[in-house]
């Protein structure tokens, strides 16, 4: 669990990011550790996000690539994309509108 001053930084850490409308970190398990704006309480998301890395690293083994990815970009029709990264354990998401 992080302390208030933790979970201060990552947030001032997500409002300083360009279009952002919502974020998440969760565990290598899916357990949503933190949230804010559109994705706050997305257990459901951090679950698929999960499920996409997993299918993500099996594509690059079975493709010979043996290097790992440091993020996953998807753009959806709606308007928005998100853009995944795995760094120290954790799983960071985040909603980012595609207008400038």
Known sequence: IQSASQQ??????FDRVP???GALICSPDG???????QLNNREDLAKLVLGLLYRAEYLLQ????????????VHCDDGFHYVITC??????????SNSS
């Open 8 to 13: 201060m930084t990552n947030q001032s850490v």
């Open 19 to 21: 279009n952002c409308v």
């Open 31 to 37: 357990n949503v550790l933190q949230s804010q704006g």
């Open 62 to 73: 079975q493709s010979g690539n043996s290097g790992c990815f440091q993020s996953v970009t």
């Open 87 to 96: 760094q120290n354990d954790k799983i960071y998401v985040v909603k980012k």
